[in-house]
C-alpha cells in the first residue's frame, strides 16, 4: 500500500510541474494577447526555439545552471518557482482525496473528477494571482469559466464535497452581486475604482468552488492578507515614499486578485483541518 501511495504522489508531483510549465506559458502570452499552444517556447531574449530537454520542468532549470542554452542570458527563478508550487499544489489537492478512494464509500470516477477540477481550479488561481499581480487585470478567459466548472463540480460531486449546487449557485450569485455591490458604491461615494471588475468573476468562481460558508473567510483573509502586504511595502519602501511625497501612498494600489486566490487556496486546503482542530477543542 505504501507503493501505491508513492507513486500516486509522485504522479501528482510530476502532473503539477507539468501544468506549472504551461501556466508559465499562460501567465507570459495570455495578457499579450498571444496564442498559449503556438509558437513553441521561446528563450524571451533571443528566441531560440526551446528543446524539448531544455523543457523539462525544474530539472531544466537547474541542469542549464539558470541560463539560456544559446544567449547564456539568466532564465527568471519565477519559471522554476511557478513549477514548484503548482507541483505542491497538486499534491496538497490529492492527499485528502486518497483515503476517500481506499475507503470504496465512493466511486473511483467521482473522487477522480473532484480531485482533477480541484486541481484545475489552484491551478487557475496560480496562473490569475501571477497575471494580476503583473498586470492588475484578472483576465477573463481564466476567471469566467470558473463559475460554470464550480456549478458542474457540484452538480456531479456535490454529496462527496460538501458543496452542493445550491450552494454554489448561491455562492457565485451573492459574491458576483456582494462585490459588484461594493465596487459600485465604492466607485459612486469617491469617483475612482477600488475593485476591478475581475475581482468580482473571480470571487463568483471561488463562491462557486467552495460553497456560501467559505466566502466570509475567504473575504477576510484576502483582506487582512492584502492589507498586511499593503502596510509591509509601504514600511519597507518609505525612503522611496518621502521622496515622491505622501500622495504615493494614498494611491498605492495593490492587486485584490492574489490575495483573494491565496485566501481560497488556504480555504480549500486548510479548512477541513482547522474544522478538526476547531471540534478536538470544544469536544475535548
Ligand atoms: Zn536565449
Not at 4 to 15: P, S
Not at 40 to 65: D, F
Not at 218 to 243: E, H, I
Request: hydrophobic share 55%.
Amino acid at each position: 500500500m505504501n507503493t501505491l501511495l508513492a507513486i500516486a504522489y509522485g504522479f501528482a508531483l510530476l502532473w503539477g510541474a507539468l501544468w506549472g510549465s504551461f501556466l508559465n506559458v499562460v501567465v507570459y502570452r495570455v495578457p499579450a494577447g498571444l496564442s498559449v499552444v503556438h509558437p513553441r517556447s521561446r528563450c524571451p531574449q533571443c528566441l531560440a526555439p526551446i528543446t524539448w530537454w531544455q523543457n523539462i520542468p525544474i530539472l531544466s532549470y537547474a541542469l542549464l545552471g539558470g541560463r539560456c542554452a544559446s544567449c547564456k542570458n539568466p532564465i527568471s527563478i519565477r519559471y522554476p518557482v511557478v513549477e514548484g508550487v503548482a507541483a505542491a499544489l497538486s499534491l496538497a489537492v490529492l492527499a485528502p482525496w486518497l483515503p476517500v478512494l481506499l475507503s470504496d464509500t465512493v466511486e473511483p470516477w467521482r473522487v477522480l473528477v473532484c480531485v482533477l477540477a480541484e486541481q484545475a481550479f489552484v491551478f487557475a488561481l496560480l496562473a490569475i494571482a501571477l497575471i494580476d499581480a503583473d498586470t492588475f487585470t484578472v483576465p477573463d478567459v481564466l476567471s469566467l469559466p470558473l463559475p460554470l466548472l464550480g456549478l458542474g463540480l457540484a452538480l456531479l460531486c456535490g454529496p462527496v464535497r460538501g458543496v452542493e449546487w445550491k450552494d454554489a449557485g448561491a455562492a457565485a450569485l451573492v459574491a458576483g452581486g456582494g462585490l459588484f455591490a461594493v465596487q459600485w458604491g465604492y466607485a459612486a461615494l469617491t469617483g475612482r475604482e477600488g475593485l476591478g471588475t475581475g475581482d468580482v468573476k473571480l470571487l463568483a468562481g471561488i463562491g462557486a468552488f467552495l460553497g456560501l460558508r467559505s466566502l466570509p473567510a475567504v473575504l477576510l483573509l484576502g483582506a487582512l492578507q492584502g492589507l498586511a502586504f499593503a502596510l509591509a511595502y509601504t514600511a519597507l519602501s518609505r525612503d522611496a515614499v518621502s521622496s515622491r511625497g505622501l500622495s504615493s501612498v494614498r494611491h498605492l494600489a495593490v492587486p485584490f486578485g492574489p490575495f483573494l486566490a491565496l485566501a481560497a487556496l488556504q480555504w480549500l486546503l486548510l479548512h477541513r483541518l482547522a474544522d478538526k482542530a476547531l471540534a478536538a477543542w470544544f469536544g475535548g
